[in-house]
């Protein structure tokens, strides 16, 4: 098989049933399996169809288990701006998944102890299955910007300049955050499966970079083809700089 898989869509609209029929699938799997969300906005129209499809029970999702990809330093789940938050808002059924422990928090506080107690967590379900991807301007895959080790696991991190001035407008009038907790980029390697969107022209120059660059931390999200089942979304903004081969 090829991995990553690429599919460019005429809309990134079109990626919602495909992203949906990613859970559904996972969800058909025997067990606890363990789904990973992304935040951001590329996956916003993908949770309020989430939110319908559970809360009209079109979607059985009572074994699934969710965790995410990262989170700001100190930012626990009531906190706006914070991922969980973003994650409950957008996606109100997550709280009751939060509230039954069925929803595996990155853990904010950044603790080494706490660190090893979520992969513990995460090892016991099995590992992460699903796991889906955004990426950054800078070609970040969750909070692990340029030059972070491929080797690296859960830890915490400086934000970088770009991801910060992308989360300027969220936090607005305060700074956003300087620190964050991320899952690191063998942990996202290790996912079962992996689903990237991409959208829009601002990420073309990553998507280029992830897709025809050099295999390289300076673009982490060029990892992904070191994997044996990832997939990529794009839209044709998204896509415009790759070249076919
Ligand atoms: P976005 O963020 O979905 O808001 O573009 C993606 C990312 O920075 O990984």
Redesign the pocket.
């Known amino acids: 098989m090829n991995s990553p898989s690429v599919r460019i869509l005429n809309h990134a609209a079109e990626a919602v049933p495909l992203l949906l029929a990613e859970v559904e699938a996972l969800a058909a799997r025997p067990g606890t399996p363990l789904v990973g969300f ?6 916003t129209a993908f949770f309020r169809a989430l939110a319908d499809e559970l809360a009209t029970k079109r979607l059985d999702a009572s074994r699934l288990v969710a965790t995410h990809l990262d989170e700001y330093l100190g930012f626990g789940p009531e906190r706006f701006g914070g991922m969980v938050h973003e994650l409950c808002e957008g996606c109100p059924p997550l709280r009751d998944w939060l509230a039954r422990g069925a929803f595996l928090p990155v853990p904010n506080d950044g603790q080494p102890a706490s660190i090893r107690a979520h992969e513990a967590a995460l090892a016991r379900h099995g590992g992460v299955q699903l796991q889906f ?5 800078n070609g ?3 909070f692990n910007e340029p030059g972070t080790p491929f080797d690296s696991g859960f830890h915490v991190t400086q934000l970088a300049e770009t ?1 910060r001035h ?1 989360a300027r407008a969220r936090f607005a009038p305060d700074e956003p955050p300087t620190q964050a907790v991320t899952s690191g980029l063998a942990t996202i390697l290790g996912a079962r499966r992996l689903v990237l969107c991409a959208f ?1 022209a601002a ?1 073309a120059p990553a998507v280029k970079a992830m897709l025809q660059g050099p295999i390289d931390p300076a673009c982490p999200a060029s990892l992904l083809r070191r994997h044996g089942d990832a997939h990529v979304l794009l839209d044709p903004a998204a896509a415009a700089e790759l070249t076919r081969r």
């Open positions: 992304a935040t951001g906005g590329t996956f991807l955004g990426i950054g301007r970040h895959l969750a991801t992308d829009g990420k």
